[in-house]
Nanobody, 123 residues
Framework: QVQVTESGGGLVQAGGSLTLSCTASGRTGRRYAMGWFRQAPGKEREFVAAISWNGGNSYYTNAVKGRFTISRDSAQNTVSLQMNSLTPADTATYYC????????????????WGQGTQVTVSS
């Protein structure tokens, strides 16, 4: 079993930045791709970004391209999401996810979910 834990959410003004972090612990002997999703009130959970197990490939939803950057430290089983130029539309609960491949993450075929961390962007 793998536990996925997020941190780093909070309240920020529009135009500001936040960095989310996620750590995978437990039986992490298998190599996992990792990613981020978000869910705003009254909306479905949506894909935000994903990164391959070795950090060599990353993917973003169009709404965050050029503003968000996903990165990882595979040795530490951590993944980060640097979020810049935040807008109120980015307000959501952000979830970290782990799965076998980035394709599975983008298809929302997730092995392990985190509990989520709240990001609120004020106008």
């Amino acid at each position: 079993q793998v536990q996925v834990t997020e941190s780093g959410g909070g309240l920020v003004q529009a135009g500001g930045s936040l960095t989310l972090s996620c750590t995978a612990s437990g039986r992490t002997g298998r190599r996992y791709a990792m990613g981020w999703f978000r869910q705003a009130p009254g909306k479905e959970r949506e894909f935000v970004a994903a990164i391959s197990w070795n950090g060599g490939n990353s993917y973003y939803t169009n709404a965050v391209k050029g503003r968000f950057t996903i990165s990882r430290d595979s040795a530490q089983n951590t993944v980060s999401l640097q979020m810049n130029s935040l807008t109120p539309a980015d307000t959501a609960t952000y979830y970290c996810a782990a799965s076998g491949t980035t394709a599975q993450i983008r298809a929302v075929e997730i092995d392990f979910w985190g509990q989520g961390t709240q990001v609120t962007v004020s106008s």
